[in-house]
C-alpha cells in the first residue's frame, strides 16, 4: 500500500449512512497489506454500532493478481457482517473484469458504475428500497397461507404457508417432487389451489388468471424453456413487452402515429435489457440456434423486459455448466441489488442457493419441513434427512 493511511481513505457520511472507501491510487500487492486494511475497517465499522452503505473509489488503484483472492473474501464478509449495499467507481478496465471475474465465483454483487454521480444516485435508490422494505405493512410482501393442491387423489400441496419480504432473494428447495413448480404456478395463476389464499402486494386471492398476475407485476421463467425458437432474440423480448402496449389492433397494423412512437419506447427499453444480460452480439439471432445457456438468459431477459415487482425463476441454472452459472448468479444478484426486484426461485444447486438466497423455504413431498436463513436450513436434521435420508 502507498504511503496514505488507512484512516485517510475511509469518510463516514452518517447523514446518508454511508462509508466512503478511497483506493485512489493505492497498491495493494499481497494478503498481509490486504489484512491490515480490511482489520482496520472492520474495527471501526464494529465500533460504530451500526450497518453502512459502501461507497467505494478505485481510481487508479492497483491490486496485484496475487492479492485479489484475499481482497475479494475479505471484501464480501465486510459486507455481509457490516453493509446494507455496495457501489463501485472509477474501476479501470482491468479492475472492473477483475472485480466481475471475483463477484462471480464468490457470488457478490459488483455494482460497478462510471461516474461518481451515477453512483450517488444508485446509493440513493438502495436506501429507497430499504425504507420502502421497512415500511411495508408487517414487512409482507408475499404471503402464502395454507395452500392445499391436489390433481384428483394426488396431493401436490398440503397446507403450506411462508412470507416472502420485500427486496429479499428467496429460494424454494427440496427433493424431485417435492411441490416446488406447483408453488410457483399457484403463485402466479397456472393453478388454482383448492384451500388456502395468496396474498400479494395487499391484495387476497384464491384463484387467478396468469395475464392478471403478469398485469399485478409478477414474471417468471420456466422449468423447460419457453421461447419461440424460430424468433429473434430481439423479439422474443419485446414479447415481454405486451402488457406494456396500450395502442390498439389497428394502430398497430398501420404503425402509424402513436403506436410508431410507443413500438420506438419499447424497443429502447428491450436494447436496456439487451445490454444488462451482454447479449448484445445475438440480438438478431434466432432463439432455436443458441447454445442452452444463452437461452436460460434470454427466458430472464423476456421476464425483465415486463419491469416486474416479483420475479419468480424456476429452475434458472438447470443444465449449467460452472461458468453459465456463474454469470447467471451475478445476474440475478445485480436485478435484485440495483432494480429492487423481490426473487423467489427455485434451485438444486445447493451451493448457489446457500450463496445469494436471504430466506429460503423447504419442501418435501408437498408440505413444508423447514424456512430460515440460509445458515438455519442447511443445519436443520429435518432437512439433512430429507436429502441424504439418514440422520444429522
Same mark, same amino acid.
Given at each position: 500500500?502507498?504511503?496514505?493511511?488507512?484512516?485517510?481513505?475511509?469518510?463516514?457520511?452518517?447523514?446518508?449512512?454511508?462509508?466512503?472507501?478511497?483506493?485512489?491510487?493505492?497498491?495493494?500487492?499481497?494478503?498481509?497489506?490486504?489484512?491490515?486494511?480490511?482489520?482496520? /475497517?472492520?474495527?471501526?465499522?464494529?465500533?460504530? #454500532?451500526?450497518?453502512?452503505?459502501?461507497?467505494?473509489?478505485?481510481?487508479?488503484?492497483? +491490486?496485484?493478481?496475487?492479492?485479489?483472492?484475499?481482497?475479494?473474501?475479505?471484501?464480501?464478509?465486510?459486507?455481509?457482517?457490516?453493509?446494507?449495499?455496495?457501489? $463501485?467507481?472509477?474501476?479501470?478496465?482491468?479492475? $472492473?473484469?477483475?472485480?466481475?471475474?471475483?463477484?462471480?465465483?464468490?457470488?457478490?454483487?459488483?455494482?460497478?458504475?462510471?461516474?461518481?454521480? &451515477?453512483?450517488?444516485?444508485?446509493?440513493?435508490?438502495?436506501?429507497?428500497?430499504?425504507?420502502?422494505?421497512?415500511?411495508?405493512?408487517?414487512?409482507?410482501?408475499?404471503?402464502?397461507?395454507?395452500?392445499?393442491?391436489?390433481?384428483?387423489?394426488?396431493?401436490?400441496?398440503?397446507?403450506?404457508?411462508?412470507?416472502?419480504?420485500?427486496?429479499?432473494?428467496?429460494?424454494?428447495?427440496? =427433493?424431485?417432487?417435492?411441490?416446488?413448480?406447483?408453488?410457483?404456478?399457484? /403463485?402466479?395463476?397456472?393453478?388454482? =389451489?383448492?384451500?388456502?389464499?395468496?396474498?400479494?402486494?395487499?391484495?387476497?386471492?384464491?384463484?387467478?388468471?396468469?395475464?392478471?398476475?403478469?398485469? &399485478?407485476?409478477?414474471?417468471?421463467?420456466?422449468?423447460?424453456?419457453?421461447?419461440?425458437?424460430?424468433?429473434?432474440?430481439?423479439?422474443?423480448?419485446?414479447?415481454?413487452?405486451?402488457?406494456?402496449?396500450?395502442?390498439?389492433?389497428?394502430? &398497430?397494423?398501420?404503425?402509424?402515429?402513436?403506436?410508431?412512437?410507443?413500438?420506438?419506447?419499447?424497443?429502447?427499453?428491450?436494447?436496456?435489457?439487451?445490454?444488462?444480460?451482454?447479449?448484445?452480439?445475438?440480438?438478431?439471432? =434466432?432463439?432455436?440456434?443458441?447454445?442452452?445457456?444463452?437461452?436460460?438468459?434470454?427466458?430472464? #431477459?423476456?421476464?425483465?423486459?415486463?419491469?416486474?415487482?416479483?420475479?419468480?425463476?424456476?429452475?434458472?441454472?438447470?443444465?449449467?455448466?460452472?461458468?453459465?452459472? &456463474?454469470?447467471?448468479?451475478?445476474?440475478?444478484?445485480?436485478?435484485?441489488?440495483?432494480?429492487?426486484?423481490?426473487?423467489?426461485? +427455485?434451485?438444486?444447486?445447493? #451451493?448457489?442457493?446457500?450463496? +445469494?438466497?436471504?430466506?429460503?423455504?423447504?419442501?418435501?413431498?408437498?408440505?413444508? +419441513?423447514?424456512?430460515?436463513?440460509?445458515?438455519?436450513? $442447511?443445519?436443520? =436434521?429435518?432437512?439433512?434427512?430429507?436429502?441424504?435420508?439418514?440422520?444429522?
Amino acid at each position: 500500500m502507498s504511503e496514505k493511511s488507512i484512516s485517510e481513505c475511509v469518510v463516514f457520511h452518517d447523514e446518508i449512512v454511508t462509508m466512503e472507501v478511497d483506493f485512489t491510487d493505492l497498491t495493494l500487492s499481497d494478503s498481509s497489506t490486504v489484512d491490515a486494511f480490511y482489520d482496520e /475497517i472492520d474495527r471501526r465499522l464494529a465500533a460504530s #454500532g451500526r450497518r453502512w452503505y459502501f461507497l467505494v473509489n478505485y481510481k487508479g488503484c492497483v +491490486i496485484t493478481p496475487e492479492a485479489w483472492p484475499r481482497f475479494a473474501e475479505r471484501g464480501k464478509n465486510t459486507n455481509i457482517i457490516h453493509g446494507l449495499g455496495t457501489v $463501485r467507481v472509477g474501476a479501470s478496465s482491468s479492475t $472492473r473484469d477483475a472485480i466481475r471475474s471475483h463477484s462471480e465465483r464468490a457470488m457478490f454483487r459488483s455494482n460497478i458504475y462510471d461516474s461518481r454521480d &451515477q453512483a450517488m444516485l444508485a446509493l440513493g435508490e438502495l436506501r429507497k428500497r430499504h425504507r420502502e422494505a421497512e415500511g411495508a405493512a408487517e414487512g409482507s410482501f408475499l404471503r402464502v397461507e395454507n395452500v392445499g393442491l391436489h390433481f384428483g387423489g394426488v396431493k401436490a400441496i398440503s397446507g403450506v404457508s411462508f412470507e416472502i419480504r420485500r427486496g429479499e432473494i428467496s429460494s424454494i428447495i427440496g =427433493p424431485n417432487g417435492a411441490g416446488k413448480s406447483s408453488m410457483l404456478n399457484v /403463485i402466479n395463476g397456472v393453478y388454482h =389451489p383448492q384451500e388456502g389464499t395468496v396474498t400479494f402486494l395487499g391484495k387476497q386471492r384464491r384463484r387467478m388468471h396468469p395475464h392478471e398476475a403478469a398485469a &399485478q407485476g409478477i414474471a417468471r421463467t420456466f422449468q423447460n424453456i419457453a421461447l419461440f425458437k424460430g424468433m429473434s432474440v430481439l423479439d422474443n423480448l419485446m414479447t415481454g413487452r405486451n402488457l406494456k402496449m396500450k395502442c390498439n389492433f389497428l394502430q &398497430q397494423a398501420l404503425y402509424w402515429g402513436p403506436a410508431q412512437r410507443e413500438e420506438l419506447e419499447h424497443r429502447a427499453k428491450i436494447e436496456e435489457v439487451i445490454d444488462y444480460l451482454e447479449i448484445e452480439h445475438i440480438r438478431k439471432t =434466432p432463439v432455436g440456434r443458441l447454445p442452452y445457456g444463452l437461452q436460460k438468459r434470454v427466458e430472464l #431477459g423476456r421476464a425483465l423486459a415486463a419491469e416486474p415487482t416479483l420475479l419468480l425463476l424456476d429452475e434458472p441454472m438447470a443444465g449449467m455448466n460452472v461458468e453459465e452459472k &456463474q454469470d447467471m448468479s451475478r445476474f440475478i444478484l445485480d436485478v435484485n441489488d440495483q432494480f429492487g426486484t423481490t426473487i423467489l426461485l +427455485i434451485e438444486h444447486d445447493m #451451493g448457489v442457493v446457500m450463496d +445469494i438466497s436471504d430466506f429460503v423455504v423447504v419442501l418435501d413431498h408437498g408440505q413444508k +419441513i423447514a424456512e430460515g436463513t440460509p445458515d438455519e436450513v $442447511r443445519s436443520d =436434521p429435518v432437512v439433512i434427512r430429507a436429502y441424504l435420508g439418514t440422520a444429522h
